[in-house]
């Protein structure tokens, strides 16, 4: 028995190990079909070479890498709104409102004083705020606000999402 080096982690390993316990990486030069196969390092299963997530103990064996920059869809089907969905661009953690941001424009432009964009964003506490202040002339000059930040694409739904897309 002897001592030799994971080819994959560099890790000191018995010669007689079937796979390095810390990576899972198969040992012995092709024995248990290697070219296609891997062990779990958690419960030791063979698994296939490309899988990231045991199928036996459900345990992640790899770290995750994106390489391209697809969208990825969030979809909570915890609730029946439909503004609980959500687009991250690129897998950069910038959500996107499913709300259009053109009939959120025009809401504001043509309906602001009764706030009606931000009831269409899903904002109705601020909404019924602003409407209460629209006698005072605070609400609107934060009328004049959301629309800057509407036409500049930085103004958010009920849920933080920009309020993005046309």
């Known amino acids: 028995m002897a001592i030799i080096n994971c080819p994959e982690c560099g890790k ?20 248990n079909n ?10 030791g299963e063979q698994i296939d070479k490309e899988c990231v997530i045991c199928p036996k103990c459900g345990k992640q064996v790899e770290e995750l890498h994106q390489t391209d920059n697809k969208n990825i869809i969030i979809n909570n089907n ?7 969905n959500a687009v991250v661009n690129g897998g950069g953690g910038m959500m996107i409102s499913p709300k259009s941001r053109l009939v959120t424009l025009l809401l504001c432009l043509f ?3 009764l706030a009606i964009h931000r009831f269409y964003v899903g904002k109705v506490g601020t909404g019924i705020l602003m409407i ?7 609400g609107e000059v934060w009328l004049l606000v959301d629309f800057i930040m509407i036409l500049l694409g930085s103004f958010t739904d009920n849920f933080g999402n920009k309020v993005m897309n046309w």
Do not use: R, V, W
């Open 12 to 31: 000191e390993i018995s010669d007689q190990a079937a796979a390095c316990p810390s990576c899972g990486t198969p040992i012995n030069g092709g024995q």
């Open 34 to 43: 290697a070219d296609s196969k891997k062990f779990c390092k958690f419960c």
């Open 78 to 84: 915890n609730t029946s709104s439909s503004s609980s």
């Open 111 to 113: 309906l602001g004083g």
């Open 132 to 138: 209460l202040l629209m006698c005072t002339g605070i």
